[in-house]
């Protein structure tokens, strides 16, 4: 494998799990209250209220000028307490207020008198407290296991330096830069994430937009497991069935295997969508306790998917409210129309948003619209598919019209149980028939993207009618969670594995290699400068990855222009005042050289890079080095090198200075 900055791709996904067992813990330690009997559920819906929340605050600071991260974590932090004090009670009451503080001084001193603690502590021992549930366990094993397989595969990736790597590299700049609306006239949801994941883990942008499909995956694979566990009721065995399709097979849906672990802004939306799909069909799971939270919640899903992905927002959740207004029973009708006006106030003010940007910026509202309904950077083959695509589709809905048959005849005896799984089915296989009209508007490829995660919930749903029948038969068979969770797991990674052989066992390809050499050079650059403490030279399509991090001179102005510079820096260099007044003078304490023994065909084709150019740049590298500058070896790894040139010592690395 040559995946070099496996590190760095690794710890930003860590981060953000210390992230949410930090809060967890603080959440059981400070606050009273059973813990939760089903964590996937609980951490699901976490997931749903609070990081479409997180999205939609991005949002607003982004258009307010006032993005980064200190004032993401205190927004956040308010919020978060006052959704555990109840947003009703926060209206001042002075009188109340009043008799609080007394009772409170009066508590703290008794308590003093009789030698007792201050503060309570709930009470309850660390297993009641702190306990699991081994479903929750499963889980996250298999988010793991989805996150090892897309890291294995990551080495034949292809996305990386490539012309959509360098667009979707500006957009998580531009977020940075308080810009939402962008010049390529794309949505900027999923860049406001990936840019939010960089700065709440450490990591540079260029880390977080190479591991960000690998947390993705990670997060799309536990909202599956959720998902099929709030539709059958289900904890372990229905939901690992779906989940582990997902996480392994990739031949039961047309895929671009060459950006296999890419980031996808459809993934992302269905992170919030399945969620929506679950509220409206089933409204008890989001508001629980609480039914005036109903709307709020949903608004905010809404937001988040429209701000993602416009073929979300548009061409599947429309369809879905159309069958769920029939499957509707009578006792969650006000909640159904709640959602529907939720969507509707969510349409109108994204679009108004985007109407007044395209305004603005002197742009064609309907060509960005239209855009962002369809994708040019996503494309799928069929080269990986186990049968061709028209056997492969014919023969999932014939699985699924004897599913439907079994379905309703279980949904006309018990038709809360089976009326979720019945519609996901019909509604799944409508998408695909739509598809099949060859309708100009509607993205096959888009579709194709978000296939393997219906198909992979509906193999769920078609493995519960089996294990509904073997729990209540004539004769009952239960097989505990214990036993049956490391079968299915040896199963389909046994399956997975023989089944797609040529997937795993490829040959990796040249320009691969560069570019991951490449960005470890710079991830090394940024984890030992200071930033803006020096430069980087390189070839200009490189430039986007030295914004908002280091300064950039391109290969032909160190050859033309920089002598002259260095020249003059250095015959004033005691000159403080001259300095002062010809700032344009001043040099960066080192330069940071990037070198090119060969160029692979592939690899010019994404970054171009003139050989002659690169001669001229290994002789001012000499000339340096011949009139008494420090030139050094900084990295050294396949076809690149990376050479320092020391202009002021001590200055550009943080471990000199320190």
């Not at 005042?577 to 960066?588: A, D, G, M, S």
Request: proline share 3%; aromatic share 18%; charged share 15%.
């Amino acid at each position: 494998m040559n995946i070099p900055y496996t590190d760095s791709l690794f710890i930003g996904i860590f981060r953000i799990l210390l992230w949410v067992l930090f809060l967890y813990i603080l959440k059981r330690l400070i606050f009273k209250g059973e813990r939760s009997r089903n964590q996937v559920k609980a951490m699901g819906n976490l997931w749903a209220f609070y990081g479409s929340i997180v999205l939609v605050l991005i949002f607003i600071l982004v258009q307010i000028n006032s993005y980064d991260l200190f004032t993401c974590l205190l927004l956040l932090l308010l919020f978060f307490c006052f959704r555990l004090v109840g947003f009703n009670r926060l209206a001042f009451n002075w009188r109340m207020w009043e008799r609080r503080r007394k009772s409170v001084l009066i508590r703290v001193i008794e308590n003093v008198e009789d030698k007792d603690s201050i503060v309570e502590v709930s009470e309850g021992s660390n297993k009641e407290r702190f306990g699991v549930k081994p479903g929750f366990y499963i889980a996250v094993g298999v988010c793991v296991i989805a996150v090892t397989v897309r890291f294995y595969l990551m080495q034949f990736d292809s996305f990386q330096l490539s012309v959509s790597w360098f667009e979707e590299l500006s957009l998580i700049n531009d977020i940075s830069n308080q810009s939402w609306f962008n010049n390529q006239l794309t949505l900027a949801g999923e860049a406001a994430f990936m840019n939010f994941y960089a700065l709440i883990t450490g990591i540079s942008k260029e880390m977080a937009l190479e591991s960000f499909g690998l947390f993705q995956a990670f997060l799309l694979c536990f909202v599956i497991f959720w998902f099929v566990d709030a539709m059958t009721n289900s904890l372990v065995t229905i939901p690992l069935i779906a989940a582990l399709a997902f996480a392994l097979f990739f031949n039961l849906a047309p895929i671009n295997i060459p950006q296999i672990s890419h980031n996808k802004s459809t993934f992302m939306a269905f992170t919030f969508f399945l969620p929506a799909m679950i509220f409206i069909r089933k409204p008890w799971k989001l508001y629980q306790a609480q039914p005036k939270a109903y709307f709020f919640g949903m608004l905010m899903l809404f937001l988040a998917i429209g701000l993602i992905d416009f073929f979300t927002y548009f061409f599947l959740l429309i369809p879905y409210f159309v069958l769920a207004s029939v499957f509707l029973r009578k006792k969650y009708r006000k909640y159904f129309w709640q959602a529907i006006s939720a969507y509707a106030i969510s349409i109108a003010v994204i679009m108004s948003y985007y109407l007044l940007a395209c305004y603005r910026n002197d742009v064609d509202f309907w060509m960005f619209f239209r855009s962002n309904l369809l994708s040019v950077s996503a494309t799928t083959t069929t080269d990986n598919l186990l049968f061709s695509y028209s056997y492969l589709i014919l023969s999932f809905q014939v699985i699924s019209l004897v599913s439907v048959v079994v379905m309703a005849v279980l949904f006309s005896k018990k038709s809360v149980k089976w009326a979720s799984p019945l519609m996901f089915i019909i509604y799944v296989n409508g998408l695909i028939l739509l598809s099949r009209l060859d309708l100009g508007f509607f993205d096959i490829d888009l579709f194709n993207e978000v296939l393997p995660i219906f198909i992979a919930c509906s193999i769920g749903l078609a493995f519960y009618i089996i294990y509904y029948f073997f729990n209540t038969g004539v004769r009952h068979i239960e097989i505990p969670d214990k036993l049956s969770a490391p079968l299915l797991f040896m199963g389909f990674i046994a399956g997975a594995f023989y089944s797609q052989q040529t997937l795993f066992t490829r040959v990796n390809q040249n320009d691969n290699i560069l570019s991951k050499d490449i960005l470890e050079a710079y991830q090394k650059i940024h984890d030992g400068f200071i930033p803006y403490g020096f430069a980087v030279i390189n070839a200009n399509t490189m430039q986007p990855i030295s914004r908002g991090s280091h300064n950039f001179i391109s290969y032909e102005d160190f050859v033309e222009t920089y002598p002259q510079r260095d020249s003059v820096y250095f015959a004033n260099k005691e000159d403080k005042e001259f300095l002062r007044q010809n700032t344009e003078y001043i040099i960066p304490n080192s330069l940071l050289v990037f070198v090119y023994d060969s160029v692979p065909s592939e690899f010019a084709g994404k970054v171009p890079i003139d050989e002659s150019l690169l001669q001229r740049v290994d002789g001012q590298l000499k000339a340096f080095e011949s009139n008494g500058r420090t030139v050094r070896l900084f990295f050294d790894k396949g076809d690149l090198k990376v050479y320092e040139i020391v202009n002021n010592p001590s200055q550009a690395k943080l471990s000199e200075l320190l």
